[in-house]
């Protein structure tokens, strides 16, 4: 069955400090890989898209890594801002397929 | 602005309602997705359009549950007999695909309670 797990489920950090995010995936064939960010009550908002073919992807202070042999991703933040604060959810898409996997997310809070 | 727009965007309504939802696509995009989210729980997949064509559904669309995209531009939502099991948030998506799913824009979102 094809599956994204996300973790940490939930993550509380002090502003200026780093984190990760992890997400791990079954999908086969695997086309490309998201991550988005979510503020409450808001539409996803795109940070990353990589194709297997990618290592790393940045987008200011998010960097995105795949491994795609070990069906592997993770999120990184630099010096961590109070508008981080965020869902950010893993999407996976099959190659030859329409259909996006969904993950349930990892729930950011950055604290003053 | 040029981004998706869903209306209306909060809906409060009785057990037994009909509601309908809008959402208009970027204008160049020939794909319409709708999601559906619950609280703490990431999106789940509902219907998506390829121009005017209703290409997938999925289970989750009871018969209550009905979506048009008539000219292949704005798309609708339609939930009939609500229950307070349909609360929850619809997403709307487009993108322009060709072989596989493009990069995909999200609507704000239409907040559903079902009181």
């Known amino acids: 069955k094809n599956q994204v797990e996300q973790s940490p489920q939930s993550l509380i950090i002090l502003e200026g400090k780093n984190c990760t995010l992890q997400c791990n995936y079954t999908v086969s064939p695997f086309s490309n890989l998201r991550w988005y960010k979510q503020d409450t009550g808001r539409g996803p908002v795109s940070l990353t898209i990589?194709?297997?073919?990618?290592n790393t992807k940045s987008n200011g202070r998010y960097t995105a890594t795949l491994d795609a042999d070990t069906k592997q991703s993770s999120l990184h933040i630099t010096a961590s801002q109070l508008s981080d604060s965020a869902s950010y959810i893993c999407v996976v898409s099959g190659y030859n397929t329409d259909k996006l996997i969904f993950g349930t997310g990892t729930r950011l809070q950055v604290f003053p | 602005d040029t981004g998706v727009s869903q209306d209306p965007r909060h809906k409060i309504t009785k057990r037994g309602q009909n509601v309908t939802f809008r959402c208009d696509p970027i204008s160049e995009h020939n794909r319409l997705y709708w999601y559906r989210q619950t609280l703490g729980q990431g999106p789940e997949f509902l219907t998506y359009f390829q121009n005017e064509a209703q290409l997938e559904k999925s289970r989750l669309l009871s018969d209550r549950f009905s979506a048009e995209r008539p000219k292949g531009s704005f798309s609708t939502l339609e939930i009939q007999r609500t229950e307070q099991g349909d609360s929850a948030m619809y997403l709307c998506?487009?993108?322009?695909?060709?072989?596989?799913?493009?990069?995909?824009?999200f609507g704000e979102g239409s907040r559903l309670t079902v009181l």
């Open positions: 998506a487009s993108s322009f695909a060709g072989q596989n799913t493009g990069e995909l824009f």
């Open positions: 990589m194709t297997f073919s990618e």
